[in-house]
């Protein structure tokens, strides 16, 4: 089971961390990506980190302002939101997928999803 946490409300310029934590198996095999979906729009992968060597990997409406990392020893992976923008409001999903070695980017590759946590972005 996955349960991510960390959303909340901020004003643009601001920052959130949300966390990806997961019972019952060890995350440190699998590839975890953090999604969104806005309202009205399909579900976007947004980050992900790859289980062998922790390679990470951004969508380019993300780069340079987000970060994804992995805590082995609190089998959790978090998704720091710098900079944040209007555009980034959204219910985050963070995903596991049993894969040492990529980090799929869609979102029908993944085993384990966790219940989405609202980031909004307004002044």
């Known amino acids: 089971q996955l349960q991510a946490s960390g959303g909340g409300s901020m004003q643009p310029g601001g920052s959130l961390r949300l966390s990806c934590t997961a019972s019952g198996f060890s995350l440190n095999v699998y590839a975890v990506s953090w999604f969104r979906q806005a309202p009205g729009k399909e579900r976007e992968w947004v980050s992900g980190i790859r289980a062998k060597g922790g390679s990470t990997f951004y969508a380019d409406s993300v780069k340079d302002r987000f970060t994804i990392s992995r805590d082995h020893n609190e089998n959790t992976v978090s998704l720091h939101l710098n900079s944040l923008k209007p555009e980034d409001t959204a219910v985050y999903y963070c995903?596991?997928?049993?894969?040492?070695?990529?980090?799929?980017?869609?979102?029908?590759?993944?085993?384990?999803w966790g219940h989405g946590t609202q980031v909004t972005v307004s002044s």
């Open positions: 995903a596991a997928d049993l894969n040492p070695f990529t980090v799929p980017t869609t979102s029908r590759d993944y085993d384990h």
